[in-house]
């Protein structure tokens, strides 16, 4: 809401000045909201950005002019006191949110972290901080601008935009006597080293307890596999730090017990350690530096030093360590650190290690403890670019044709679907009712999958597969109540298609999300609404046990669908009864446009005949 302010849409190539464009021609001060594709868009928020991660319908609507709207979300204040040292990270401060909040306490919230702690933070330590507040639930993180920030434009070839920020430096911290709707207070003097897990980035525990935790709950000791990088903790400084731990163990002999990954977030961070030796180090200590990717962060891992089923732990300073993430084996104990402790975990081969007070052994039998890690917050030479393979687009793409070859099971062209029947959703099978935490990766998982996202059939085949059936507890296991037979989510899905021609009504349990939605929800809403689909809540919370696995629900009430008016459920029971509930929605007229043409898309398309 900036007085006057015209607003502008842009694809962002890191230093080329599209920010910049935006910034001086478009706002009346340097304050920017940028709306990405990906959960991890909430990074910008340690450039002082407003960043937002929605699903790809929501960005069609950016790039095409259309509002994109957010409901008014709360402000989660996380006020910061005294400084980072030791072997604390920026990472730590995420860790100990996580474990206040829960994956669920960030919901429609905004977390903005100030206080004079802030200062003591790198830029690309906020950048981390802001990341991983996807998975606290929020619609985004942010910290106001400082000297931290301008020193980071400065090195990464934005300085004008530095300049500018100054300028208006007083606009880009939090009002004097501001309110938040929560506030949560950090003495960094007194925060620990933290390691958050196993199967949920919110079951927070310091360093120094969780070896004892891990024997009270019969977690694996044994650290198989230690993984550093990715998104959330790539950063030059991060893998500085690492590599001064790396470093201290081969000047006495001593390479990591586990195995260790190196995944650098960019081809920029990949050529400058490359240069500056930190590859070499990491290397030199067992460490293998992969591909500049997510890799095994989303499943990309050809893991094969377990087997599937195999109980064992590995740590990591990923985002997500929910159940089969990372390798598909749902016996692995996934634990979220810093890259630091994920560094000396790997080294001493254990969870019960405590690098601020314990020993290691060198090969010649001499008892020596690790000193806290440093790394120079950016690189003296400046950052080393690496290879250039950014293509830009034509500048007239509109005589284009996107070909693709029918018998691709990698690309699908996407069909319309169809509009709404005019009618109220009758007799609708239930297809699961699912027990327990449903996140992304239990609804649609990654890793192997990804080939298939730009073919939505062959994708469909991952549609909560991972989930847990209410009725039997198994996973990728429910009831064709057409047949009597059990089989997969997605066949009985499809075989409901095929003779009733109609897609089954889903119902979930207890959901949390790492994107910023409110509870009970199917999925995404607005993506949901965007599809034609309808995501509802129940009025009553508790009426989710109303739910039976073998009921057919009816949906009344769509013929006067309304924003703000409830709609009905009618529930036929098997044995002959029927319920009826209040279902709550959000929708306004736009989205009830949406719902009646059959997508956001559909809608488009009639509005431009």
């Keep these: 809401n900036v007085a006057g302010a015209k607003y502008g849409v842009g694809f962002w190539k890191p230093g080329s000045g599209i920010i910049h464009q935006i910034i001086l021609e478009n706002y009346a001060y340097p304050g920017v909201m940028l709306i ?32 994109w709207e ?28 996580a474990g ?82 929560q506030i949560i207070e950090l003495n960094l003097d007194e925060l ?11 079951l927070a525990h310091p360093v120094s307890e969780v070896g004892a935790a891990a024997q009270k709950n019969g977690w694996p000791l044994e650290v198989k596999v230690g993984l550093i990088g990715s998104c959330t903790n790539s950063s030059y400084e991060d893998m500085g730090r690492a590599a001064s731990v790396a470093k ?22 990949r050529a400058t350690i490359e240069r500056d030796g930190y590859s070499k180090i990491l290397g030199d200590v067992g460490g293998v530096v992969l591909a500049n990717a997510c890799g095994p962060c989303i499943g990309q891992w050809d893991r094969r030093d377990v087997k599937k089923g195999e109980k064992n732990t590995i740590v990591t300073s990923f985002n997500r360590n929910f159940t089969a993430r990372n390798d598909a084996n749902p016996a692995t104990h996934a634990f979220v650190t810093s890259p630091e402790i994920v560094t000396a975990l790997a080294i001493a081969g254990t969870l019960n290690f405590n690098p601020e007070t314990d020993y290691l ?85 990654a890793g192997p999958w990804l080939k298939f996202r730009g073919h939505l059939d062959n994708i469909s085949n991952n549609m909560l597969i991972g989930a847990v059936n209410s009725e039997n507890d198994a996973v990728n296991k429910i009831k064709n109540h057409l047949t009597g037979e059990y089989g997969g ?11 009733l021609h109609w897609s089954p009504g889903i119902w979930e349990g207890d959901v949390t999300y790492s994107a910023p939605q409110p509870d009970f929800l199917i999925s995404s809403e607005t993506n949901l609404k965007k599809q034609g689909l309808l995501p509802l809540t129940f009025n009553n919370p508790s009426d989710y046990d109303k739910i039976r696995p073998d009921d057919k629900i009816s949906i009344r009430g769509l013929k006067s669908f309304a924003p703000g008016k409830p709609l009905t459920a009618v529930l036929k029971h098997s044995d002959g009864t029927e319920e009826t509930l209040q279902l709550n929605h959000s929708f306004n007229e736009t989205q009830i446009q949406w719902f009646q043409a059959g997508s956001a898309l559909n809608r488009m398309k009639e509005m431009q005949h």
């Design 248 to 269: 201290q163990a081969l000047d006495k002999g001593l390479k990591c017990k586990a195995q260790f990954t190196v995944t650098p977030g960019s081809e920029q961070i």
């Design 70 to 97: 957010l409901k008014c979300p709360k402000v989660i204040g996380v006020k910061l006191t005294g400084t980072l040292s030791g072997w604390t990270s920026p990472k730590d401060v995420i860790l100990k949110v």
């Design 489 to 499: 989510v997605p066949d009985v899905a499809r075989h409901y298609k095929s003779m």
């Design 361 to 445: 052994t060198a090969p010649n039998g001499e008892k020596f403890k690790l000193e806290p890690p440093n790394g120079d917050e950016l690189p003296s030479k400046d950052f080393d670019p690496g290879q250039d393979t950014y293509q830009h687009p034509p500048a007239d793409g509109s005589s284009l044709k996107v070909n693709v070859n029918p018998q691709s099971n990698r690309l699908q062209l996407l069909e319309p679907f169809d509009k709404w029947s005019g009618n109220d959703l009758e007799n609708m099978q239930v297809l699961i009712k699912v027990k327990g935490k449903c996140t992304t990766d239990h609804i649609s998982a």
């Design 100 to 181: 206040i909040l829960t994956v669920k306490g960030g919901t429609g919230a905004i977390v903005e972290y100030h206080g004079p702690g802030v200062d003591s933070i790198s830029c690309t330590g906020m950048a981390t901080i802001c990341n991983m507040g996807a998975e606290i639930g929020a619609t985004t993180s942010v910290f106001p601008y400082n000297h931290r920030m301008r020193t980071y434009l400065e090195k990464t070839g934005r300085a004008e935009i530095a300049a500018v920020a100054d300028e208006y430096s007083d606009l880009l911290v939090p009002d004097q006597g501001c309110e938040y709707d």
């Design 36 to 67: 990405g594709t990906d959960s991890h868009t909430p990074n910008g928020g340690g450039l002082g950005g407003i960043c937002i991660g929605v699903g790809g319908a929501d960005a069609v609507d950016v790039m095409a002019g259309i509002p």
């Design 192 to 202: 620990k080293p933290h390691i958050n897990g196993p199967f949920t980035p919110d």
